[in-house]
């Protein structure tokens, strides 16, 4: 296949997925890259979507696994964009293969030398609730099946090493550098999340249970830290109330972000329903100021929750969560301001839904890239209306998160826009000419 | 011509003023410069009235009252005895001399002493000259409210109240008061109900704690908000709503009279290095005056000038004063007067000059706000470093050059002023300070640094139900952290705490009696 | 133990089926009792299956397939409806419950309505108390009458009408005579009957051989009705004369094709 | 392969997810349950038999137990049958010897608070399954080609924007226009949020792009007729106005009809008062100059949305749309006070925020109101509207009078919709907009291969939503256009000549017309037209034909297996 036929891919969350899978389908040599040790993406660590409610993983493994299978696929995963040179229908690409110190042509994924690694670590993919060795997999559903060393936390006691049957550990692996050409190239860098912490008066960091919502997401997944059994972290009692508090970080003049995430409102509705499912004895609250159900179904969906489910909703943002001096139980100050007073109210377990951000990488990318950023750190389209998925750099095609707040149907949408105009380029250059 | 002293008189129903009538009945003669007051009781004399008299333009102030033992209403007098005592000492504080003051005991058969006391009181003031304070017309209220109130709008942001209520779900009182909700003050604004914001009790209920500043996410500033409008507020209300009777501010722009030297230096204990003039100069602030003023809460306030001198000689400072050092005015901005407040600080800059000062150092945090932040906005040019005393210290521990000789074991908590800490940003200096105090141990409350609660009262405004909710509600927090003293920069938030002890019926003195120290005392304290 | 009735569905791949699925997916709870077998559109549900189904003992059936419009094949909506309407008149011939029958529409995105009807024909079923065809001895005669049934839906005759019928009403016959809604009715009507009694006799017989006037006194049918069946059937090849007792000729059933 | 000789050797595996369904049914017990069935070989229960490692459990377990049937017990074959039969033919077992059982969406979730009678039913679903594999044969999939064309239904930004892309990638494209031009809602639009540049200047670039482009084929005031055919293979009927039709054929269909704007008659004065207007016709006063300078502007959100009943959904672009015109209105005259009354104001994103926060700047006033106490409205004799609402916080009604009431109306469903749905075989939902494949996964295809929505038709949104998901169209259609041939259903009836008497009902029952009579005069079955119903085998008069996959066999041993019989 001539190299212009073929897609450079950054990210391998649902949008990037997405975008490879289209290509790939329609007969385009698409390369994936990945830089944690999985694909999968924040979708992963879901526990259910809204609003059908539908398992995440569920869904979304059957694509993780397509994209492996996939033979016009080729997954970098553990890599990372080093240079770009050229342009659209040419580029020349550098991409730096961190060392997994796995032969992962080797690795059956048995999991053995994990079981015997000495060396425990925070789990980023459970966000840092639980913890992994530091031979590790992030998640059970992990593509690819193969294992990955890291570097800052193994102790080279080499036990690993000795377990593996298949004899797939390898410390002289050194970084490699790939060097591919390809005509187009889509970025979906996706979102990190705005440091709750932040805002102070939430004691995020403080209290043991005031969680963010994807910490919490991670508590619910039965793959998660305590298998899904929904318990408070501080005393491991099955909370009694619950609450959510929306916009932390987000719509902020001071202290936060200006804009909104446009999917907090939907997705703490349907964490509150999970709550519910799992202790139906379980007071839920969900503290908004203005809920956001401009999406399709939405407004249905919080209905539902409202009604079937029980969820209560309480238009305000709380001033303070505070912790009582004498029972240690978490207080919420709260103006109703439907009723204009001025209330408490005792929470077992908090949940923040902080802004989602653009990655604080997408400069760095930016600069790679030659691509225009907006005073947030989305990357900026060429025209906001007719080319939401173009950039100032011909070729360079973005979607999903990294290109403005969006929720997964949205994402998915435009990740197959942007495979759209990648495939445009790639059949312009192929008779001759780029736009 | 000279002109004739003014005398105001209070006299008590049943012994001076009828022994005045008597006086007349009997014909006989005193001089005309009296006004009389009639008044049930010597004891119903405030010293606000008198203080008031005096700032309008009295020259001398008569409280007749009933001899010891005789008292209608048993001892009224004697509490009328005490309280003159303390406004004597006002008085001579603020150099007009405690002699301008006369209580006299006149028995209802004494018109012989009435006209007696009359003639020899008119003919002292005639020796001590006029009273140099005259009557102050009123501040007008700017013409066009609705304009000035949106200008205030656009300067502090109130237009992007997303009315979230984070601001009423943080302030202290809203908490304890639903009439009173920062962002419906807001909205009215917004949508042009300015006359209600201004006649209503709501500006002069906000704290000016800053706290809903500080979590508001769309940086609505209300307290500076409110502060803008306060000028045009209605001033009765105003005045209604002040506590104390409005003793201090009175004194404050008593201070603005040329004429006026006080007598402000009492405080200063033998041996003390100071200087005229210099470099570093120390603000003391009110702190004299509170000292009389409160004097029943034995607080012991005139220990803080002492230990800041203490402090500062001892890391080697020889701090200038001011012996007839303003107020910095803080009250006034704060209350809306702002042509005192201007005057004040172009008076006080003045000194600064005058004393070759360059760098201004203060115990107190609302000295501290005022002189760092207003005066720079008001003033415009303001080349001044001023520093908070504890800021000056921790720049010591950080160099190792504060020195400790007596550690003692004491568990401290440490309360941040709305003034020293949300306004302006210093939290951490007075603890850094506090915990490299030999055996001492720095305890925190829940709410501290930027989500602090206000002691509960400021600028003297507002001091009712709901405030004293908020200040047991902060003593109950110190307390519940098991600290055997409660330390703050502020003195007022001493007062304000200790002023609940007079409260009626007593609160749980588990609550009030917890042990308070000022900040620079506290350091002293551990230095010889 | 109470009575947990066993509920057979034969669900549309592309609406019914989806359905069932959103309302797990929407987590609305309904009653364990359905077992669904999914069928890629509910025109596939032939009646003989159902019948079938119910004789095995099946405390009921449920159908279900898109709204008319819906259909992801156009039509087969239509045509398993007819089929059901067919069926209804033989269940009704056997004296089995039609309660125990049932044909819905549900859409893909109808999942409460799924979980209602489930719901509500599962009380319905437990009112109407267990299959006399359930368990180790089925009510006899029923059962016989079933059977009969079943192979009328499986004849020839009853198959073609309703494999035709929406050709005859609307577009009529090769003649292009077109029937009206009512008059076909009337034939089906007629058809029903006829082959119902017919492959009852063909049962009887197939047991015993039997004369037309016994024959007549089992069915509860005037002998003449009787034989001019028994004529029709021996056209068709399904009985002969199998000996002649006396004067009276008794009938016995052939094998048939299949 | 061919498995029939062989006696069948089935493998099941039964899927935990997570606790999805090991949270309420006994997992192991059905596991030791399925081990007791005829024909079941192996069984074993996976985490999540969806994953990497659960595939390959799959393939081991084939190879080590050389398994001919294969048995998953976890989610919907909806979404999971083509990964799991992949993973049997990767290991050699013809995919259509798989099986599934829904024990998960048709069970533990639908009955999570009955954890034993939901073991049991899965016990039978998977007992139903194993009787069904056990008459399971293998089947061959046709290949056929696929017409590197498309047929979009509408004529608006989104189609244009799809045609274009798809055009570019040297596909031919027909789009079918009922109104007499292109341009659907853009032409009665006046300025676009979030750039503020003229809807009208965008709009003539792309139509003057679509017309000159010679890929592009432009069929105004038409409608589609019929549809028949199917991917790859589409036969469209189209009809002009005078009534005059035209056949072609595409690969691909794509919907993007767009959608209409709410009349709200009836609602606060709309109809009665002629100052009580729409955001359409304020666009519309605003695009001819035609506004004066009013003292007062009252806006008032949902109306007709987010309704109790009837319209419950958030129609997305009305709070924007009135933020944007509001803001018009400013700049046109600054002294006119512009009121926004609003439940939540769905100022989601980036740039939504920003001209929210510019709108505070500009002192427009906003006001919430709530569900309960909507807005009340009248008239004065001086023509100006009164506006009473009740003011929450300030626990008052307000009371404002002005010279113009705005209604911020909801996108509805294109009228037409419901039948264009019935045309195409493509569902519609709830509230009345094209409903997708899945929601999550697929937004932008139907279930029906070949056919795809993109833009209002799918749900209301703004220009640049609606774009993105033309060009998210433009590939997802594309993909099979691409590669030419596609294999098709395996699944399709076929007739034992034997036994068919040529009676012709299949012949005209068959909706696809995949049943003709040959020479003999017996039925045959075109099996790549054939899409697999199975009406023809129920119906067939001789019952000659079989419906592979879901033979009658098969299902009676499925229905019998569920009554706990066993199919003899």
């Known amino acids: 296949m001539k190299a212009n036929e073929s897609v450079l891919v950054i990210g391998g969350g649902i949008a990037g997925m997405q975008a490879s899978l289209d290509l790939a389908n329609r007969g385009s040599k698409v390369y994936l890259v990945e830089k944690t040790p999985s694909i999968g993406g924040r979708m992963a660590q879901l526990d259910k979507t809204f609003p059908t409610m539908d398992c995440s993983i569920c869904i979304l493994a059957p694509k993780m696994i397509e994209c492996l299978r996939h033979p016009n696929i080729t997954l970098l995963t553990y890599s990372e964009l080093q240079s770009v040179k050229g342009s659209a229908g040419n580029f020349r690409v550098e991409v730096l293969k961190k060392p997994r110190f796995i032969d992962e042509n080797k690795c059956t994924g048995c999991g053995e030398c994990a079981q015997y690694c000495p060396t425990e670590v925070p789990n980023e993919f459970d966000m840092n609730l639980g913890i992994r060795k530091a031979i590790y997999i992030p998640f059970p559903q992990a593509v690819p099946l193969k294992y990955t060393i890291d570097e800052e936390n193994c102790i080279k006691c080499r036990l690993c090493q000795k377990i593996c049957k298949a004899g797939a550990v390898d410390f002289d692996q050194k970084p490699e550098t790939v060097n591919l050409k390809v005509g187009a190239i889509i970025v979906a860098t996706g979102f990190e999340l705005f440091d709750a912490g932040r805002i102070r008066e939430y004691g995020y960091g403080k209290y043991r249970d005031v969680l963010t919502s994807l910490e919490f997401e991670r508590l619910l997944s039965a793959s998660g830290p305590i298998g899904g059994h929904l318990l408070r972290l501080s005393d491991g009692c099955v909370p009694r109330r619950i609450a959510f508090i929306q916009c932390v970080g987000s719509r902020s003049l001071k202290g936060g972000v200006q804009f909104c995430s446009s999917s907090c409102c939907v997705y703490a509705t349907k964490e509150a329903i999970l709550v519910r499912e799992h202790h139906p004895e379980c007071e839920v609250y969900i503290f908004y100021n203005e809920l956001k159900v401009f999406g399709k179904g939405f407004q249905d969906f919080v209905k539902r929750a409202q009604n079937e489910w029980g969820v209560k909703y309480i238009r305000a943002l709380p001033g303070e969560v505070v912790e009582d001096p004498k029972t240690h139980s978490l207080i919420i100050w709260y103006e109703d301001t439907k009723e204009n007073m001025t209330k408490n109210t005792e929470i077992d377990l908090v949940v923040l839904c902080p802004a989602l951000v653009p990655r604080i990488a997408n400069k760095e990318l930016a600069g790679i890239l030659g691509l225009e950023l907006d005073k947030y750190g989305f990357f900026k389209p060429r025209d906001v209306l007719y080319t939401p998925v173009d950039t100032n750099v011909p070729g360079i095609f973005i979607c999903g998160y990294c290109q403005g707040p969006k929720d997964i149907p949205e994402s998915v949408a435009q990740a197959s826009g942007a495979a759209a105009r990648a495939a445009e380029v790639i059949a312009l250059s192929s008779s001759g000419g780029v736009r | 011509m000279v002109a004739e002293p003014k005398i105001v008189a209070f006299l008590c129903n049943w012994c001076a003023y009828a022994g005045a009538d008597l006086a007349g009945v009997s014909r006989i003669g005193y001089p005309p410069n009296i006004r009389v007051i009639r008044v049930m009781c010597s004891g119903r004399v405030d010293p606000a009235f008198i203080i008031r008299a005096f700032e309008t333009g009295a020259d001398g102030v008569l409280v007749g009252g009933c001899h010891p033992g005789t008292c209608h209403y048993v001892s009224g007098n004697l509490e009328a005895e005490k309280r003159m005592e303390n406004t004597k000492k006002l008085l001579k504080l603020i150099g007009l001399g405690p002699e301008r003051l006369r209580l006299e005991w006149i028995s209802a058969s004494e018109g012989g002493k009435f006209a007696q006391v009359v003639t020899e009181f008119t003919e002292e003031l005639r020796k001590m000259g006029p009273n140099p304070l005259k009557a102050k017309a009123k501040m007008e209220a700017p013409i066009n409210t609705k304009q000035a109130i949106s200008e205030a709008v656009k300067k502090t942001n109130v237009q992007y109240c997303l009315e979230c209520g984070k601001c009423s779900g943080s302030c202290p009182i809203s908490k304890v008061n639903d009439a009173f909700s920062p962002r419906r003050v807001v909205e009215r604004s917004l949508l042009g109900f300015e006359e209600r914001v201004l006649s209503g009790t709501d500006l002069w209920t906000c704290l000016t704690c800053f706290l809903c500043t500080e979590r508001c996410p769309s940086d609505v500033r209300f307290p500076e908000f409110v502060r803008a409008c306060r000028p045009m507020a209605s001033v009765e209300l105003k005045e209604e709503l002040c506590a104390h009777r409005g003793i201090p501010m009175a004194l404050s722009r008593m201070m603005l009279n040329p004429k006026i030297k006080q007598d402000r230096m009492g405080w200063l204990p033998e041996g003390a290095e100071i200087s005229k003039r210099g470099d570093m100069l120390y603000f003391v602030g009110c702190i004299p005056y509170f000292d009389v003023i409160f004097e029943d809460f034995n607080l012991e306030l005139l220990k803080i000038p002492q230990s800041v001198v203490k402090i500062l000689n001892n890391v080697g400072i020889k701090p200038a004063l001011l012996s007839n050092e303003k107020c910095c005015g803080h009250d006034m901005l704060w209350t809306g007067d702002l042509e005192n407040f201007e005057k004040l600080a172009k008076k006080n800059v003045a000194d600064f000059k005058r004393a070759r000062a360059t760098r201004i150092v203060t115990a107190c945090p609302e000295c501290y706000r005022t002189l760092k932040k207003d005066y720079a906005e008001v003033l415009g040019n303001f080349d001044f470093e001023v520093l908070h005393i504890s800021e000056l210290l921790s720049e010591l521990v950080d160099k190792g050059e504060l020195k400790f000789d007596a550690g003692f074991s004491k568990k401290v908590v440490y309360h941040d002023p709305c003034r020293l800490g949300r306004h302006m940003g210093v939290y951490e200096p007075p603890r850094k300070v506090i915990t490299s105090i030999p055996g001492v141990g720095l305890l925190e409350m829940g709410r501290n640094r930027e989500n602090a609660i206000c002691c509960g009262v400021s600028s003297f405004m507002s001091c009712n139900k709901y405030s004293k909710e908020v200040r047991m509600d902060r003593l109950r927090e110190a307390k519940a952290t098991g600290a055997d003293l409660l330390v703050t920069t502020c003195p007022k938030c001493q007062i304000h705490w200790r002023c609940l002890t007079t409260e009626k019926p007593p609160i749980d003195p588990e609550i009030v009696t917890m042990e308070m120290r000022d900040f620079s005392v506290l350091v002293a304290e551990a230095m010889r | ?258 | 392969m061919e498995s029939k000789e062989e006696a069948p050797r089935i493998g099941v595996f039964i899927c935990h997810c997570g606790i999805n369904i090991g949270g309420v049914v006994n997992v192991p017990e059905v596991v030791e349950y399925s081990k007791t069935l005829l024909g079941v070989v192996y069984a074993e229960d996976n985490l999540y038999t969806c994953s990497s490692e659960g595939i390959s459990k799959i393939k081991e377990g084939i190879a080590k137990h050389n398994l001919n049937r294969v048995i998953v017990a976890s989610c919907t074959p909806r979404t999971h049958e083509p990964l799991f039969r992949a993973a049997c033919e990767e290991a050699g077992v013809n995919k259509y010897l798989f099986e599934m059982a829904n024990i998960r969406d048709q069970c533990s979730w639908a009955h999570m608070h009955e954890p034993e009678k939901a073991t049991e039913k899965a016990k039978d679903l998977v007992r139903m399954a194993v009787a069904k594999a056990r008459l399971l044969k293998p089947l061959e999939e046709p290949e056929i080609d696929v017409a590197p064309s498309a047929l979009i239904v509408g004529g608006g930004v989104s189609s244009m924007t799809a045609a274009l892309c798809l055009a570019n990638q040297g596909f031919k494209v027909h789009i079918v226009e009922r109104e007499p031009e292109l341009g659907g809602m853009l032409r009665h639009l006046h300025k676009l949020y979030p750039s503020m540049e003229d809807a009208s200047q965008g709009l003539s670039q792309i139509v003057n792009s679509v017309n000159s482009n010679k890929s592009i084929d432009v069929l105004t005031s038409t409608v589609v007729k019929e549809v028949k055919g199917f991917i790859g293979n589409f036969e469209v009927t189209v009809e002009r106005m005078n009534g005059e039709t035209t056949n072609f054929g595409v690969g691909t269909i794509i919907v993007a009809t767009g959608a209409a704007n709410f009349e709200p008659v009836g609602m606060y004065g709309y109809g009665e008062y002629d100052n009580v207007i729409t955001q359409l016709q304020l666009e519309q006063l605003l695009k001819n100059g035609r506004l004066e300078k009013p003292e007062k502007v009252v806006m008032i959100q949902c109306v007709g949305a987010r309704e109790e009943k009837g319209r419950t959904y958030c129609s997305r672009i009305c709070c924007m749309t009135a933020l944007k015109n509001a803001m018009h209105i400013k700049e046109l005259s600054p002294d006119t006070d512009v009121y926004i009354l609003f439940r939540d104001l769905q100022t989601y994103g980036t740039h939504h925020e920003d001209w929210h926060r510019r709108a505070q700047d500009k002192g427009i006033k906003f006001i919430k109101y709530v569900l309960e106490k909507p807005p009340q409205v009248a008239q004065r004799e001086d023509g100006k509207i009164t506006i009473n609402v009740y003011h929450a916080l300030l626990g008052e009604e307000v009371k404002i009078s002005s010279d113009l009431l705005v209604l911020s109306t909801p996108l509805i469903p294109q009228e037409g919709a419901k039948e264009l749905s019935q045309l195409l075989k493509v569902p519609v939902g709830p509230d009345g907009f094209f409903f997708e494949a899945h929601v999550k996964l697929r937004p932008i295809d139907f279930a029906t291969d070949g056919i795809y929505v993109c833009g209002t038709a799918h749900s209301p949104k703004d220009v640049a939503e609606s774009v993105s998901q033309a060009f998210g169209v433009a590939s997802r259609a594309a993909i099979p256009m691409a590669v030419k041939r596609l294999r098709v259903e395996a699944i399709t009836a076929t007739v034992d000549e034997s036994v068919c008497s040529g009676c012709g009902t299949c012949v005209k029952l068959c909706p696809y017309g995949a049943i003709q009579k040959d020479e003999k005069g017996v039925a045959k079955v075109t099996s790549v037209v054939c899409k697999g119903c199975g009406t023809c085998a129920a119906s067939c008069p001789e019952r000659a034909i079989t419906m592979r996959h879901f033979t009658d066999e098969q299902v009676r041993a499925q229905a019998l297996a569920a009554l706990g019989r066993v199919y003899a």
Not at chain 3, 139 to 145: E, G, M, Y
């Open chain 3, 1 to 258: 133990m109470t009575f947990e009735p066993r509920i057979v569905g034969f669900l549309c791949n592309w609406c019914s089926y989806a359905g069932a699925d959103l309302a797990g997916v929407s987590r609305i709870q309904y009653p364990t009792n359905i077992r669904i077998i999914r069928l890629m559109c509910s025109g596939r549900v032939d009646p003989v299956i159902v019948l079938d189904t119910l004789i095995n003992g099946a405390d009921g059936v449920l159908v279900m397939g898109c709204h008319f419009g819906d259909c992801h094949y156009t039509v087969g909506n239509f045509y398993a409806e007819r089929k059901f309407r067919m069926l209804k008149k033989l269940i009704a011939l056997t004296d089995l419950e039609g309660g125990r029958l049932r044909l819905e529409w549900v859409s893909a995105s109808e999942g409460s309505r799924f979980a209602d009807i489930v719901r509500e024909f599962t009380n319905q079923i437990k009112t109407l108390g267990p299959s006399p065809l359930a368990g180790e001895n089925p009510k006899r005669d029923l059962l016989q009458n079933m059977q009969a049934a079943q192979m009328a839906a499986a004849s020839f005759r009853l198959r073609v009408l309703v494999g035709r019928e929406k050709g005859l009403v609307d577009e009529g016959n090769v003649y292009g005579e077109k029937l009206s809604q009512e008059e076909f009715d009337r034939v089906m009507d007629d058809a029903v009957t006829a082959e119902y009694l017919r492959s009852k006799i063909y049962l009887m017989v197939r047991k015993e051989p039997l004369s037309v006037k016994e024959l007549s006194k089992r069915l509860g049918l005037d002998s003449q009705k009787a034989l001019r069946h028994i004529v029709a059937m021996k056209r068709h090849g399904m009985v002969a004369v199998g000996r002649v007792e006396g004067t009276t000729p008794l009938y016995i059933a052939l094998e048939m094709g299949r």
